[in-house]
């Protein structure tokens, strides 16, 4: 699991709405993490406290400490652009937001 998807699903003031729009201007989480303020505020609809969200939690380790969590408890999460991510999860479509989840959740039992 890329601790960069974690990391953006996390951010306060950062819906699914937002996150979207963001995957659709940067492409990646990871150019997200790296956008400078000049970048975000090319962002149409982002807000200042969203863009202030980005730039102040500009930190991993609560991703690791979640991607670490998750692998000892045999919870598998994968991002919308993992190629096993089901299909028919990417149909669903929150009928609050209109907008697609970014993660599926996968769970093991030992």
Partial sequence: MDQY???????PQIGAVTANRLLEHFS???DIF?????????????TSRQRESILQ???????KRLEEQCFK??????????PRY??????I????SGTM??????????
């Fill in 28 to 30: 990646t989480p990871k």
């Fill in 73 to 82: 408890n045999n919870i598998f999460l994968l991002p919308q652009s993992d």
């Fill in 86 to 91: 089901p299909e028919n999860a990417r149909q």
């Fill in 57 to 63: 939690h500009h930190d991993l380790e609560h991703a």
């Fill in 34 to 46: 790296d956008a400078d303020l000049n970048a975000l505020l090319s962002v149409k609809q982002l």
């Fill in 5 to 11: 998807w974690i990391w953006l699903t996390t951010l």
């Fill in 93 to 96: 479509v929150s009928t609050v």
């Fill in 101 to 110: 989840n970014l993660f599926y959740c996968n769970i093991t039992c030992r």
